[in-house]
């Protein structure tokens, strides 16, 4: 029975570091952090091993395990730092290093204007953008009706719009299935 939960769980492991090490990386301040929220997670699922849902839910089991760990881990974080969108800044300090010049300023302005959503439209925006989750998807990782992600995922992002719109900045979706936007200053 031993090797038959390690054999599960190695495969798991397997399947799915590489995504649960993004996840954790564009969330947390430095590497090492993502490492810890990483490490604790895979310590979890060893844990409860048997409560591993099968096949591709099992990612989304573990998304759902990493954002807690991660919850705990920025509670933590707050205790000891005051500045908690270092992160945040620096990424949109790199793409603005990288883009073109007349790129720059729209650039800083949405990311400005990411921050300024609450933490759940950024983390809904996020989980859509960065993990390519679905509203189902992401209702099993929060834990909420898939209704209810909808209608959550459908305000954040009428609120990042209206955040765009009132700073000159329009967004004009090119093909779906590329998810690559254009964006211009009005």
């Known amino acids: 029975m031993s090797d038959d939960r390690e054999a599960r769980f190695e495969k798991v492991y397997r399947d799915t570091y590489e995504q649960i090490l993004?996840?954790?990386?564009?969330?947390?301040?430095?590497?090492?952090?993502?490492?810890d929220v990483v490490a604790e997670t895979f310590e979890i699922a060893w844990?409860?091993?048997?409560d591993l849902p099968p096949g591709e839910q099992a990612r989304l089991w573990l998304y759902g395990v990493a954002r807690n760990v991660l919850a705990n881990h920025r509670r933590?974080?707050?205790?000891?730092?005051t500045h908690q969108t270092a992160l945040r800044e620096n990424l949109?300090?790199?793409?603005?290093?990288?883009?073109?010049?007349?790129?720059?300023?729209?650039?800083?302005?949405?990311?400005?204007i990411f921050r300024e959503l609450s933490d759940e439209d950024r983390e809904l925006l996020?989980?859509?953008?960065?993990?390519?989750?679905?509203?189902?998807?992401?209702?099993?990782?929060l834990g909420r009706s898939r209704n209810a992600v909808r209608i959550r995922l459908h305000r954040a992002r009428?609120?990042?719009?209206?955040?765009?719109?009132?700073?000159?900045?329009e967004f004009t979706p090119t093909r779906r299935a590329a998810r690559v936007p254009m964006w211009r200053s009005s």
């Not at 996020?126 to 990782?141: M, R, T």
């Not at 009428?158 to 900045?169: M, N, Q, T």
């Open 22 to 35: 993004g996840y954790a990386m564009r969330r947390c301040d430095s590497p090492e952090d993502a490492a």
């Open 47 to 50: 844990r409860r091993v048997e």
């Open 76 to 81: 933590g974080l707050m205790r000891r730092h």
């Open 92 to 112: 949109a300090d790199l793409y603005a290093r990288t883009s073109p010049p007349g790129e720059e300023l729209e650039l800083r302005a949405i990311g400005r």
């Open 126 to 141: 996020s989980l859509v953008a960065w993990e390519g989750l679905d509203a189902g998807e992401i209702a099993l990782v």
């Open 158 to 169: 009428k609120r990042f719009s209206y955040g765009l719109a009132e700073a000159g900045i």
